[in-house]
C-alpha cells in the first residue's frame, strides 16, 4: 500500500492549481479543483505504472490484450484511492484545506463509454488483472460522447448528449509519438510480382490517425498500475494536402471532419447497429490500432514472430472486434511478409473470443458492399480464410451438403453476401467461450452446433464475475467494514473467504448491524430518490430493484405486471398486504427501441397513479430513477432488499448486476437464467426465490402459445392485461400503452411474460412473507454475502489466464 505524505501531497496540489490552472484557491472552480486533487494522486499512480512496465519488458512477460467497443469505468478518484490505500488519508488532508472531499468524489463525472454489462465486465477484468499483477491491457475507443444523459420528461425518456470530458478529464494521458495509422477505403489493383505471383496492391486509401490515451488501471495495493489506451481519431496531416493545395478548402475539410467523427459517439445501443458503416470504420479503426500497438510492443522485444503467440494473447470481447482476425493476417502477411500458412497459425494461436449473446439480432453481420468500400483488402482476406475453411470443411463431410451453407464466414442472403462476424471469430480463434455455464452450453447446443462438432476442444466456459474493490469496498463501505472487523481484510483479494462469515449467522448481534447498514443503505438511496423524483420512499418498506438496461427480455414489463396485481390486490380486493413495498427501476432505453421506451413511460404511468393513491401508496410505492450509471448503481445496489433478476430464461447470457447485488446482501427473485442458475447453486435454494419456466420449456411454450387460455384460466392475469390496455395508467394520454398489450396477447408473447405471471406474483408473495420475519431475512442475506465469493471478477480472470491467455501473475 501506498503511504501519502500530507505536506507533500498539499503543496503539490496548491501548485497545480496555480500553475497548471492559474488561479489562486480562492479563484479556483470546482473543476480547477477537482482537476488538482487527481494530479496529485496521478502522482502516486505514474512512478508505479512505469515501474510495472519495466517489471514486464524486463521478464519479457506475455501479455493480454482486451480488445474492447466498451470499458464502463466508472468514477476513478474514489476507486484509485481506495486501491492505492489511501482514501482514508487524502480524505483528511483536503478536507484540512477546507475543500469538501466527498463532494469532490461525487463531482466526478461518469466515463460512460459502455452500454452497460458488456462494458463494465471489461472494466471489472481489468481491476482484477491488476489488482492480481497480471499483464493484462485494454485497448478501446476514445468517445467524445459516452452513453447519453437520460432525463425523463412527462414519463417519457429523453436523450441528451455526454460530452463526458468536457468538464474534465486528468485521468486521460495523451501519449504523444506513439501513434497509429490506419488505412481505410481505396481499392485492390490485382498485380504480378516479377516472379508471376498474385501479389494484391491496396491502393488510393486514405489514411486515419489513432491518437493514443492512456488511462492507468491501478491494481488493489498498488503494487501494479496496467493501463488502458483509448484511440481518437483524427485525420492525417498529410492526406488532404492535395486538395487543398487545389483551393478547395471546404472539401479538404470535410474529410477532416468524417475521419474524426469516427471516436466521436458510442453506439448507444447493445444489438441493433450491425449494417451502419460508421459502426463498421469505428470497429476496424480499433482493431487496427490495438493490433499496430501490439505488434510494435510485441517487436520492440523481438526480430521475428516466432514467439509472438507465446508473447501475446488477445481477447475479443464479443464479435465487435472479430476484424482482428483480418487485421492481424493482413499485417503480417502484407507488412511483414508473413506466408500465409505461418501467419494464420500465429493468428488462431494468439485469438480468444468471447461471446455474449445468444440473440439473433445481436450477432453481427455486415454486407460485403461495405467491407469492399471501407476495408477491400481485410475483405479479400476474409473471402481466402472462408475459402480455405470451406474446402476443409466440404472435404471432412462430404455427406452433408447443407454444412458449408450454415457454417461459411461470408453467406449469402437473397443474393446479398454478408459477413457473418461470429464465424470469423470462430475460425480465427483458438478458444470460444461463453459467459455462464448455461450460456456456454446453449452456445455450443444451439447456437454454434456445428462448430462445437469440428472443435469441441475451443469451446469452454468462463463465468463472468465483478470486482469485489468498487462493488464492496467502494459502493458499501459499511458492509466492507462490518466484514474486516470480523475477519479481517483478506477477503478483499480473495473473495472466496468471506464463507467465513457463514459461523456468524447465528450471532443476534451480528445480524442486527447487517440490517443495520442495509437500512443506512436504503436511507441514503432514499434521499437519492427524494433528489431526483422528489417522491418520499419509506427505508422500513421493501426496496426491491430492477436496475439495468431496458429490453423486452429482461422484463421490466413483467415485474410493472406484478406491481398492478399487487395494486389491484390492496384498491378492490381489499387485500392487506403483509409488508409495504418500493418498487425501484432504473435502465436507460436505446434511443430506437420504441418497446423499451413505452415500457418506461408505462413504469411512469404506474406511479404516477399508485404513488397518488391514497389507499395503496402507504403499502406500495412505485419509483423510477433516472440516467443509471455505475456511480448511480454504486448506490442503488447496497440498498436492496430483492434484487430482480427476472429475464425469460435462455436470453440473458450471464447477467453481472445479479452478482453485486447478492454480494451486498440483496436476495435475488429470479429465472433460471444466466448466472442465477449458479448464484442458486451457491446460495442455496432457501436462499433465492426462484420462478418461471426453464430454458428447455420455452420453445415448446412459444409454439403452443395461447393467449386466451391463460387468461381465461387467470383471473388476475386477465384483470392485469385488461389494465394494461386500458387508459388507467395514462388518462392523459388513452391508448399510448395498447402496443404493450398487443405484443403480449396477439404478438406471440415471445418473452414469456403470460406464462411466468402466476409463478413470479407467488414467488413474491412468499418473498414479502419472508421478509417480515427478520431475524431470518437478515440470514438469507447473510448468506448470500457469504456464498458469493465465486463471482469475484478476480476468480474469472484466473480461469481465463490460466486456460486461455497462459499468462502469470507478476508480483
Ligand atoms: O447480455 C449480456 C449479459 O448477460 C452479460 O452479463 C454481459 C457480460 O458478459 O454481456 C451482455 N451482452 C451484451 O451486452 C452484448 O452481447
Redesign the pocket.
Known sequence: MATIDPSRFRSTLLSIVRYGFGRTMEQATKVDIFNSVCFAVREHIIDRKIETEKRYADNDVKRMHYISMEFLTGPLLANNLINLGIYDECRTIVNDIGLDFDDLIEFEPDPALG????G??AACFLDSLASMGMPGFGYGINYDYGLFHQSIIGGYQHERPDFWYNKSSPWLMRMSGEKAMVPVFGRIEDSEDMVGEYNPMWVEWKLIVGRPHDIAVVGYGGKTVNRLRLFSAWASEDFDIQIFNEGDYYRALEDKIRFENISKILYPS??RDSGKELRLVQEYFLVACAVHDIVSIYLNQHDSFDMFHEKVAIQLN?THPALTVAELMRVLIDLHFVEWDDAWQITTRTLGY?N??L?PE?LETWPMHIFKKVIPRHLQIIQEIDRRFMSMIKEKYPDDPEKPRRMSIVIDNNGEKNIRMAHLAIVGSHSVNG??AI?SELVKTRLVPDFYDLWPEKFNNKT?GVTPRRWILRANPLLAQLVCDTIGDGWILDLGRLRELEAHCKETAFLERLLMIKRKNKVRLASIIKETTYIEVDPESIFDIHAKRLHEYKRQLLNAMNIIHIYFQIRDDNIIPSVPRTFIFGGKAAPGYFMAKLVIRFIHGLAEIINKDSKANEWLKVVFIPDYRVSLAEKMIPGADVSEQISTAGM?????GNMKFAMNGAITIGTLD??NIEIAGEVGEENIYIFGHKVDEIESLRREHDADRFLNSSPALKRVMDAVRSDIFCPDEPGIFKPLYDSIVHGGDYYCHMADFQSYTDAHSRLANDYMDRHNWAVKSLLNIARTGKFSSDRTIKEYAEEIWKIKSQI
Open positions: 452500454n452497460g454489462g458488456l463494465r465486465l447493445d444489438s464479443d468471447t455474449h449473446t440473440m445481436a459467459v455462464a450460456h463472468n440473458e447470457a450471464s447477467g453481472t444466466g448466472a
